[in-house]
């Protein structure tokens, strides 16, 4: 019995453990620096023993704050240091504190350091729960073996670690402080292995509650630490401070403004985001957000133990939290909305779109909230992943919360909404306030707005924002919930889709056209471009900008679509009703007679009125509008109804490659035109016969002969004015007149023209007089025809006079009777 008691309680680690001159090569190494550092056994606190705990975190507090201990001395403590780690039975205050939690949840993992991690595993709440005795037993271990300082102290973690140190952190020198860092930065990615995760996390949680485990950060910190936060030296303790309380205040003086004064060092500051990138991985690392947030995480967040979704679930459900661990998620979503970077998953996520989107503004030390306005501007790019674009909606919906939660707006307005808008603090309710009190000076005509410039600036980019997702707008989408789950399913909520559906569904179809267009049915691409146009005027305005080389695709797809939707009927283009009001009844009132109010007219009335502007008969406001119609539908065919829908046919069969091409730009109607004799259908071979008749009248709606003999109309035809086929005109008479070199391409795409009008004219002959008289009359040979008419008459005339006339003469006589 003797014996087995000495086994137990004199083991060499042990008799260290409690007196370190039990170790000669220690007691001898260290006998200088210990007494150079005053770590000696006068100075020991409440004990006569020189304890091995003591003296180690006095010479490491003498290494922390920079001092010069000798390597072999190092040396010495790295052993010893890694001996308590491996074996807890060396700390009497573990056995003494954590007795029952190791008899309930470790028994049997005594060696390689598995007791300490399994207790660790129980702290973190995995596996049970742990006394505050136990729990502080742990952190003063954790602290008297300093594993921050070195990995290899724990060799739990080292080796359940090696693989990924020797792939993700090889850079790095062993045994650096930094690789524990690389490792969090490798959390939850594809390098990342289970058992090394477990271990990290179990070790980190015991490493962000004392901000001085961190090597790195306390070296870099240490001055700003003691300036602004009034800490101890390293190895001293305060009960008044909390854990994390330091690292608390660093992070507030991080992120002051040079107005607001007292801020960290560059350095410091860079640590602290480091840390702050770590601790959103994980909900535990951050000791004030679990200690104020248990009750809610297991109320609210119990079922979501995905990696990331505690936090995003604690600010899902900010309004229902208790008070304290409502201003801890509400003061850290403030941090994450001035530097996003802190959220490293979405960070990760979003990695493809930043390199491509948005690298300057990631480069940036300082963020003030650029990058993730960047990442909302292109959100609904193609590179956009589904997981990039889930978190940045996520955040958009978490900033609707209280207006705080977006930097730029926050830094902006904050004085206008102190003055303006007190006691109001979510951010629709702010900007509404904000946006009314800017229209009532507008409409005022107020001397000075109430509402700063700066503030106005970006109170325009928060309506934008807000206005291209429904549920950016919280009453709006809960009073539409059930309309959005039964009607718009397969609409996506991006780009104002759902809203610009459900505005189709409570207007009937040709009002809805007839509405202004928001300016958040526009995409951000598109606004650009029209800067101080007015809803009324916004689509008009694009459209004329449409084929600007600096257009947006998206953009230009955007407006495609609704002259597309225009196009199929009169009534849903406003400013072509007004300019033809006049002309619709009078050239095309049976079309209007056979159509019925609910339904689209599918062009009809566009395709007369482009009929009779060949004829050149319209007024001069209905002939600018439909030129402009020919003009675009002639680059683009989807833009003419009739000819879609009659030729779909031969779209398919004879021009499908020219319909594939991205960018339409008069490829399908050339093609058509080219393939007039082999088109079989008679509604379809009208339509490419209008085609060529409006071609006659004016050749800038034929943009491929137009494109050819650009250069021979500025030189041959220059002091002519465009329209009522002057200039076609001209080229023609060019064409015939020999002294005339025409370039090649324009001379054979006009000898193309006139083979097709000669076809056009067989088989499509004047229907009645005023056919015949158009026909000459926008003939290319009119000046030949008309003088060939006018001979004749000529000739009638001169016979008339020679022969006398042709009745028979009466006498004078019976002419007085």
Known sequence: LCHEHMEVNCHPGKLIAQDYKVSYSLAKSCKSDLKKYRCNVENLPRSREARLSYLLMCLESAVHRGRQVSSECQGEMLDYRRMLMEDFSLSPEIILSCRGEIEHHCSGLHRKGRTLHCLMKVVRGEKGSVGPNCQQALQTLIQETDPGADYRIDRALNEACESV????????????????????????????????????????????????????????????????????????????????????????????????????????????????????????LDPALQDKCMIDLGKWCSEKTETGQELECLQDHLDDLVSDCRDIVGNLTELESEDIQIEALLMRACEPIIQTFCHEVADNQIDSGDLMECLIQNKHQKEMNEKCAIGVTHFQLVQMKDFRFSYKFKMACKEDVLKLCPNIKKKVDVVICLSTTVRNDTLQDAKEHRVSLKCRKQLRVEELEMTEDIRLEPELYEACKSDIKNYCQNVPYGNAQVMDHLNKLVFNFSLYFFLPVPKHLILRECIRF?????????????????????????????????????????????????????????????????????TELEGQVISCLKLKYADQRLSPDCEDQIRVIIQESALDYRLDPQLQMH???????????????????????????????????????????????????????????????????????????????????????????????????????????????????????????????????????????????????????????????????????????
């Not at 045994?175 to 930065?185: A, F, T, V």
């Not at 996390?201 to 003691?226: M, P, T």
């Not at 002294?739 to 193309?752: A, I, M, S």
């Open 165 to 284: 140190i020797q792939t993700a952190c090889k850079h790095i020198r062993s045994g650096d402080p930094m690789i524990l860092s690389c490792l969090m930065e490798h959390l939850y990615t594809e390098k990342m292995v289970e058992d090394c995760e477990h271990r990290l996390l179990e070790l980190q949680y015991f490493i962000s509650r004392d901000w001085k485990l961190d090597v790195v950060l306390y070296r870099k910190c240490q001055g700003d630490a003691s300036r602004l936060c009034h800490t101890h030296g390293w190895n001293e303790t305060s009960e008044l401070m909390p854990p994390g309380a330091v690292f608390s205040c660093l992070y507030r003086h991080a992120y002051r403004t040079e107005e607001q004064g007292r801020r960290l060092s560059r350095e410091c500051r860079a640590e602290v985001q480091r840390i702050l990138h770590q601790r959103a991985m994980d909900v535990k």
């Open 530 to 598: 029209c800067p101080e146009a007015d809803s009324k005027n916004m689509l008009q305005c694009l459209k004329q900008n449409k084929n600007s080389e600096v257009m947006d695709p998206k953009c230009k797809q955007m407006i495609t679509k609704r002259q597309i939707t225009q196009n199929t009927d009169y009534r849903l283009n406003p400013v072509l009703r007004k300019a033809c009001k006049a002309d619709i009844p009078k050239f095309c009132q049976n079309i209007l007679n056979r159509a019925k109010d609910d």
């Open 647 to 817: 030729c779909s046919e031969e779209i398919s069969s004879l021009c499908a490659e020219e319909a594939a091409a991205q960018e339409q730009t008069g490829q399908v109607e050339e093609c058509l035109k080219v393939n007039l004799l082999k088109i079989k259908t008679e509604m379809c071979k009208k339509e490419v016969l209008n085609m060529l008749k409006e071609s006659k009248a004016d050749i800038f709606v034929d943009p491929v002969l137009h494109t050819a003999c650009a250069l021979d109309i500025k030189h041959h035809c220059a002091a002519i004015p465009p329209g009522r086929g002057r200039q076609m005109s001209c080229l023609m008479e060019a064409l015939e007149d020999k002294r005339v070199r025409l370039q090649p391409e324009c001379k054979k795409r006009l000898n193309d023209r006139i083979e097709m009008w000669s076809y056009a004219a067989k088989v499509a002959p004047a229907e009645g007089f005023s056919d015949l008289a158009m026909q000459v009359m926008t003939s290319p040979s009119k000046n030949y025809i008309l003088s060939v008419i006018t001979v004749g008459i000529c000739v009638l005339f001169l016979i008339g006079l020679m022969c006398g006339r042709i009745t028979k003469r009466v006498t004078r006589e019976l002419k007085d009777r």
